[in-house]
């Protein structure tokens, strides 16, 4: 009687890759942590559970409902949706170890229960930096930002990319003005939209909160203001808006543009949008996004943003800061659907040794004398033949073959394949170590 | 009113790290990775979360108490508690595209609800390596892992290390001739607890279990067994157990051991003992556990074990293995309270660039030059007095700090400062870099 197998097909809405393409995924992991650590990030590494009411006191709306919630024991508990809760938690917690302004990075699994569609994952890393500083912390670091930004993804190399920004305070300041400050967040968060649902269904969804025609031509007037950051600093102030945090905003946001100049971000990657808002509630000024050009309907691959206050559900400290997220899956999702992403061999192996006689001596001593020198070396350990053997080493895209045989065995020489050219020559140890030398 | 606050207190048995320790922690995760890509693994990462039929498949007994298990919608979802069970699933579904025998590492989260105590976490990293054949993997392979926790351990450098060494067939076979067979499991479970429960209490659990007191006797005789590893091998063979799994099972374990030695671990690093048995039932030849010396207390730092049948569950196929894992969280756990580890600084920063002047311009130039060279460099960007500025490199441990003043901004110098010996001294761009040269 045949016993049942199980299903082994990997959830919906969750990654999984074959190695050759997990390898790929880890060097631009890779990449951007190192990245965040040049800069003088710290890293900090939270547990993916945490008390559902740490995780319920900032999540609303449609964030709540995709909470991965359960319990266990007496515990009510929750997967993390984001990083930027825990990371309020943690420096609510560990306020008096840490040493403020505090510069952390962190990359790790967060989990949304969303209706799974192509490029959207219920699994997914955010890459994550944030500067808390203790009491208050200076707009010059939302300068920095955009240059932090700028050496990822200049290091990362998926082509031009441009950063977009914006201050809330721009936004906010202009709606009191209009009178519809309490209608502000709905409206920022349709003009947060807007690149999905175009100009249309924004006036629409403008005339549904009840907006006044002639304001929401101004509303349409503002956030199509045009020209180069230099101009549109202009025009915003040509707008003459006599508002104190529509003042700030455009002081901070002229500020933080040039400032940006300075921590040498080229002015061809950096782009003032007035329709960037950001959804989430808790920006307070200035807000980033990130497109590849020519593939901006990915949307935005790196986002951010100031905020007043991080912790305020956790403690009476004010804690104000700046930060961003890559939310990698869809970014590498997106990448490899346009083809930005070339996939190479599927193991790091670059040497694989094999031996056509009994005595594995000589291999081992081989393949442990390469790995001292950092070369990632497997010995072949099945019994095959050599035909299959290169065939094993081809499929897996190893670059180079040694092979010991009776004849390398009593002679003091390596026999090497180049597995790309074919090439076969006879070489010393030294010589192999030349190959990958450079 | 005083909005209430939430507790921030992490949940118990969760790990969680200062940055100092992260940095460290995270130091021994991505050596490990190394040490493991340099014997040619590939890199998989599956989902934290899975079918919980798929996780039931193989979980017994305390496993199954201990899972975290939830519904999401219309699915019944549970978070993995090994790395080995997604392992099966993953080459059960991927099986056409993979290149066997299939090495594979993977560094990641599982989940068991143990009642928490010192040193047991309910969330940890594993860190497995596994090469699983189709259809046959030759025995050889079983030598090579000792090789890989032994270049795996002498690069992590916590000291002197052990090998421990066994094959379930000796035990299986053993147990065959005293006619216990039927009981083996439960008898293996007691020897792979000897260390914890002691002799006395073996003898008691193997009474409860109505063995014969002289089956008992012999029981303890055969662990008992002493001598260097060819003297086990030689008194093993003296018992003169006619059964074929039994003699099996030594002539693997002598080729094994003598194996291990070509593969380059050294004599006083391996040992036979044939106490170990490991709890798991999949496993079905050689077992391995690893004991750092003088630290015995710590239990195994990395066990595992041949089998027979990775994915029995899944598929057909038949999927011979062998593997081991290191459970991340209780090592560093233990090594820290050993005193087995140092903490340096709270970030990688090896620069922190202060500028005593509004002028940023040549603050940040140095930075980003400094990154390109791959030097961690951190602009100190808050409005602060020198004295606390150098206070916070000091806590942070940043080792250097460069301070731009008046005099530096007219001269084509730095003022360089080393903050562990607080020698100042006036230098180029390539003296600083002269100092990371080594």
Same mark, same amino acid.
């Given at each position: 009687?045949?016993?049942?197998?199980?299903?082994?097909?990997?959830?919906?809405?969750?990654?999984?890759?074959?190695?050759?393409?997990?390898?790929?995924?880890?060097?631009i992991k890779e990449k951007i942590a190192r990245s965040f @650590?040049?800069?003088?990030?710290?890293?900090?590494?939270? #547990?993916? =559970?945490?008390? +559902?009411?740490?995780?319920?006191?900032?999540? /609303?709306?449609?964030?709540?409902?995709?909470?991965?919630?359960?319990?266990?024991?007496?515990?009510d508990l929750?997967?993390?949706?984001?990083?930027?809760?825990?990371?309020?938690?943690?420096?609510?917690?560990?306020?008096?170890?840490?040493?403020?302004?505090?510069?952390?990075?962190?990359?790790?699994?967060?989990?949304?229960?969303?209706?799974?569609?192509?490029?959207?994952?219920?699994?997914?890393?955010?890459?994550?930096?944030?500067?808390?500083?203790?009491? @208050?912390?200076?707009?010059?670091?939302?300068?920095?930002? #955009?240059? =932090?930004?700028? +050496?990822?993804?200049?290091?990362?190399?998926? /082509?031009?990319?441009i950063i977009k920004i914006n201050n809330r305070k721009i936004l906010n300041g202009f709606f009191t003005e209009l009178g519809l400050l309490e209608k502000a967040i709905e409206i920022m968060n349709l003009i947060d939209k807007l690149e999905k649902i175009g100009l249309e269904e924004l006036e629409k969804g403008l005339a549904d909160l009840d907006i006044e025609k002639d304001k929401i031509n101004k509303i349409k007037e503002f956030i199509n203001i045009s020209g180069d950051n230099k101009e549109k600093i202009k025009k915003?102030?040509?707008?003459?808006?006599?508002?104190?945090?529509?003042?700030?905003?455009?002081?901070?946001?002229?500020e933080t543009i040039k400032n940006s100049l300075l921590f040498g971000v080229p002015e061809k990657n950096i782009e003032i949008d007035l329709s960037i808002a950001r959804g989430l509630d808790y920006y307070t000024g200035t807000v980033y996004e990130t497109f590849l050009v020519g593939h901006e309907k990915i949307g935005s691959v790196c986002s951010g943003g100031r905020y007043d206050n991080l912790a305020e559900n956790y403690t009476d400290r004010k804690l104000p800061g700046v930060g961003i997220s890559i939310g990698l899956n869809r970014l590498f999702y997106q990448l490899k659907e346009n083809g930005l992403l070339k996939f190479g061999p599927a193991v790091q192996t670059k040497i694989l040794v094999v031996s056509l006689v009994e005595e594995l001596d000589k291999s081992l001593e081989l393949a442990t004398k390469l790995r001292e020198k950092n070369i990632p070396t497997e010995v072949y350990l099945e019994k095959a033949k050599i035909k299959k053997i290169f065939s094993y080493a081809d499929k897996l895209k190893i670059p180079f073959v040694v092979v010991i045989g009776e004849?390398?065995?009593?002679?003091?020489?390596?026999?090497?394949?180049?597995?790309?050219?074919?090439e076969q020559q006879q070489v010393s140890f030294d010589e192999i170590l030349k190959v990958f030398a450079n």
């Open positions: 009687m045949k016993k049942n197998k199980i299903s082994t097909q990997s959830l919906s809405g969750f990654m999984e890759l074959l190695p050759a393409e997990q390898i790929v995924f880890n060097v @650590e040049k800069f003088g990030f710290a890293p900090i590494d939270t #547990p993916i =559970i945490e008390k +559902a009411e740490v995780l319920l006191a900032k999540a /609303g709306g449609e964030t709540e409902k995709q909470i991965y919630s359960f319990t266990k024991g007496d515990n929750a997967l993390r949706f984001d990083l930027t809760v825990p990371l309020a938690r943690y420096v609510a917690e560990y306020f008096n170890d840490l040493v403020f302004p505090f510069r952390r990075y962190a990359i790790g699994k967060v989990y949304r229960g969303e209706r799974p569609q192509k490029g959207r994952f219920r699994e997914f890393y955010q890459c994550d930096i944030d500067i808390i500083g203790d009491g @208050e912390l200076s707009i010059i670091n939302d300068a920095e930002i #955009p240059s =932090i930004i700028y +050496a990822t993804f200049k290091n990362l190399d998926f /082509g031009d990319f915003l102030k040509n707008l003459e808006i006599k508002n104190e945090i529509f003042e700030q905003g455009v002081k901070e946001l002229e004849d390398e065995l009593r002679g003091n020489y390596y026999t090497l394949k180049n597995m790309t050219t074919g």
